[in-house]
């Protein structure tokens, strides 16, 4: 079952936070978070696993609520470089890590 | 420089021609993956392979094959049977083991002339 992020895309003045959604049916193991800009490969971000853990990178920051089955990206102060398209990916189990379910992408744009 | 080499960059193929993508990579890792990308679908798993001599259809496998000779090599073949092949493909790789996360080659643009 793909999971769904929200919104689909959201457009933002330098400095402004923002928050992308990523929402699964299923239990989740893990979630992996990618930004990819137009034309070039997906750039890995960071991987929540089950159990809550919270990771950061840089002022981009994530959760993982395993109630919910949901992991939420936070951008703080978002910078012109932030601009691309989100991707999340999914892992139902541990052993099912080789393959993962992506969602469509949130676009953000961040304008000066 | 460690990493996963897409080519070529720009693909053109003429009807009923059989193209193939190259992927290699120098990062021994043991999975690779093959995407199809078409604008506003995200990433689609066309093959996997998580050893040599293996590999298993993804999400959209007809129409395209593989093969896994080599650990670093995993070529995509789009055929004839594929009609609609014009997208942006991107080879994956990934080091085996829980919670390792995916690198990317840079893609290869593929168009029916």
């Known amino acids: 079952q793909q999971p769904v992020q929200s919104p689909q895309a959201v457009i933002l003045r330098e400095g402004e936070d923002a928050v992308i959604n990523c929402s699964s049916s299923k239990a989740l193991y893990s979630v992996h978070w990618y930004r990819q800009k137009h034309g070039e490969a997906p750039v890995f971000l960071m991987i929540?696993?089950?159990g809550g853990e919270q990771k950061g990178h840089d002022k981009i920051s994530a959760s993982f609520n395993e109630k919910k089955q949901q992991s939420s990206l936070y951008l703080t102060a978002s910078q012109l470089s932030y601009s691309g398209t989100y991707f999340c990916?999914?892992?139902?189990?541990?052993?099912?890590?080789?393959?993962?379910?992506w969602g469509l992408g949130t676009s953000l744009a961040v304008n000066p | 420089d460690g990493g996963i080499t897409q080519s070529p960059k720009y693909l053109f193929r003429k009807e009923g021609q059989n193209v193939t993508l190259s992927c290699e990579q120098n990062?021994?890792?043991?999975?690779m993956y093959w995407y199809r990308q078409d604008p506003g679908q995200g990433l689609r798993l066309i093959y996997y392979s998580q050893i040599v001599n293996d590999f298993q259809k993804g999400d959209i496998a007809e129409g395209y094959s593989v093969s896994r000779e080599k650990k670093e090599s995993f070529p995509l073949t789009v055929t004839s049977a594929q009609k609609n092949p014009t997208a942006f493909y991107l080879c994956a790789s990934r080091l085996d083991g829980t919670n390792q996360p995916q690198h990317f080659g840079d893609g290869t643009r593929l168009s029916i002339l």
């Open positions: 990916g999914t892992a139902p189990g541990a052993g099912n890590n080789r393959k993962l379910i």
């Open positions: 990062l021994n890792h043991d999975a």
């Open positions: 929540l696993l089950k």
